[in-house]
C-alpha cells in the first residue's frame, strides 16, 4: 500500500542530486578527463599516422572517500572512451593486481593438453607489454558552510604514466562539489 513504485530514470533529463557519488558524476568526471587527455598532445602516439595505437594497463585507483566504490565505474568509462578513441588500446593480460582476464595466461597453459590441436595454441611472446598505465584516486572533503548546510567535495584525479620512463604524460583532476542540508549523509 504505502510504498512508492520503482520506476526507470531517464538519465538524459535526470535532475535529482545527491551528496554521495552517483552515476551522473562518474560520467561526468571520466567525460571531461577522457576528452582532455585526447587534447594532449603527448597522448598521441608516434606512428598515428599508420594506426598506431598506445597500450594502457590499469593500476590502482584509490577510493578515498567514506563510501564504498567499486572504481571500476570510473575506469570502465575511462577505459571504453579511450578504446573507442582509436588512439589506445587496453591490456587485460596486465594489470596492478595481476590480470584482469586470467585466460592469456590460462590458453598458453593448452600446450600440454593432448585433447586440444596444437597448432591451435596460442604461443608464448605475443602478449604486448603496456607502454602506460593510468592510476588514480577518488577523495572526499566534507566541510560545513553554515548551521544548517554541508558541502561535499569529490576530487577524481588520474595520472597516466609512460612505463619506458616513468614520467607522468598527462595527469587530470575533475572536482564535483554537492551543497545539502547538514542531515544528510554523503555516505
Not at 593438453?113 to 572526499?140: C, E, R, W
Request: some cysteine.
Amino acid at each position: 500500500g504505502c510504498a512508492t513504485t520503482t520506476h526507470y530514470v531517464d538519465t538524459k533529463t535526470d535532475n535529482v542530486a545527491v551528496m554521495g557519488l552517483d552515476y551522473k558524476d562518474f560520467e561526468s568526471a571520466a567525460n571531461k578527463m577522457v576528452n582532455d587527455m585526447l587534447d594532449s598532445p603527448l597522448m598521441v602516439h608516434p606512428k598515428s599516422g599508420q594506426g598506431g595505437r598506445f597500450v594502457v594497463a590499469m593500476s590502482d585507483i584509490v577510493n578515498d572517500t567514506a563510501q564504498r566504490i567499486d572504481t571500476d565505474q570510473l575506469t570502465k568509462k575511462i577505459r571504453v572512451s579511450l578504446l573507442n578513441s582509436g588512439r589506445f588500446v587496453i591490456t587485460t593480460a596486465i594489470g596492478a593486481n595481476g590480470p584482469e582476464d586470467t585466460m592469456t595466461a590460462q590458453s598458453r597453459m593448452l600446450k600440454k593438453s593432448k585433447m586440444v590441436n596444437q597448432k591451435t595454441v596460442k604461443k608464448d611472446g605475443h602478449v604486448i607489454a603496456p607502454d602506460f598505465s593510468l592510476s588514480g584516486k577518488i577523495i572526499q572533503r566534507n566541510n560545513r558552510v553554515n548551521s544548517s548546510t554541508q558541502q561535499v567535495d569529490y576530487y577524481f584525479q588520474l595520472t597516466m604514466t609512460n612505463l619506458d620512463d616513468g614520467l607522468a604524460y598527462w595527469e587530470g583532476e575533475q572536482a564535483i562539489i554537492k551543497r545539502g542540508d547538514n542531515r544528510t549523509v554523503s555516505w
